[in-house]
Structure formats: structure tokens, C-alpha cells
């Protein structure tokens, strides 16, 4: 799993944490103050990035986090079936599968010159982000 460690109180909304294996991005934190006998507690909430679903943590502030090491790449469109998209990576030439998200369904046009993706992998999941 490639993945770096930090602390709870270091994740901030907007980062990258990894939650039930799951990478996922952290959309509220909320601290508690240190009580009489214990230490100050964090609790996050994230939305998984590759699923949607939305997790909930709750650890001292000082308890180490996991936090995705995302890799952003860029890749060509092949061809296109249904909801499947064949994309070849613009470095390494390797070609993969994914599904296609709602919003470049009607944007991605398979061969074209100029048709380029964004897309981000961890582990095993592949997620495409932009299209340009």
C-alpha cells in the first residue's frame, strides 16, 4: 500500500486520508478540548474517492493516520464500450479499463489526437479526473 503516515490533528478538509483501506477526502474535522484525564480528540469525515461513500474517524489528536500517496497521470483514450473506457498511459504505454463518470460520458471521444485524461490511481482503483 503506498501510503505515508502522519497524525489526526494534521488532517486538515481538503487532504487525503486512508479510511478502511479506502483512500478518501477528509470534508470536516471537528476537535475536542483535552479533558481532566485524557487527551484532545479529533473526529473526521470523509468521502471515499473511488466509491463516494462517506466514513467517519475518531482518534486522539495525537494518533498516526495514514495518508494515500495518490499518483496523478495522464493517458490517451482507445475505445469506448458502454461505460467502459480503454485508456493507454502517455509514459509507460500501458493500457487499462475503467468506467467512465457521469460527467465525461458525453466529453470522451475514443482515438481522437487531442483527447487526453487525468486520472488518478491508488492500489488498484483508477479514478479519471479531468479531460482535456
Given at each position: 500500500m503506498a501510503t505515508t503516515t502522519s497524525t489526526m490533528r494534521n488532517a486538515k478538509?481538503?487532504?487525503?486520508?486512508?479510511?478502511?483501506?479506502?483512500?478518501?477526502?477528509?470534508?470536516?474535522?471537528?476537535?475536542?478540548?483535552?479533558?481532566?484525564?485524557?487527551?484532545?480528540?479529533?473526529?473526521?469525515?470523509?468521502?471515499?474517492?473511488?466509491d463516494g461513500k462517506k466514513r467517519a474517524v475518531m482518534k486522539p489528536a495525537d494518533a498516526p493516520v495514514d495518508m494515500p500517496i495518490i499518483d496523478k497521470r495522464k493517458a490517451q483514450v482507445i475505445s469506448i464500450s458502454g461505460s467502459i473506457v480503454q485508456l493507454m498511459d502517455l509514459e509507460s504505454y500501458d493500457t487499462f479499463e475503467t468506467s467512465i463518470p457521469e460527467e465525461f460520458k458525453s466529453r470522451l471521444t475514443p482515438g481522437s489526437e487531442g483527447t487526453e485524461v487525468v486520472y488518478w490511481t491508488f492500489e488498484r482503483h483508477i479514478l479519471i479526473k479531468e479531460v482535456r
Open positions: 478538509p481538503g487532504s487525503y486520508i486512508v479510511v478502511d483501506g479506502e483512500a478518501c477526502k477528509v470534508s470536516s474535522m471537528t476537535k475536542s478540548k483535552p479533558g481532566k484525564h485524557g487527551a484532545a480528540k479529533v473526529r473526521l469525515e470523509a468521502v471515499g474517492l473511488f
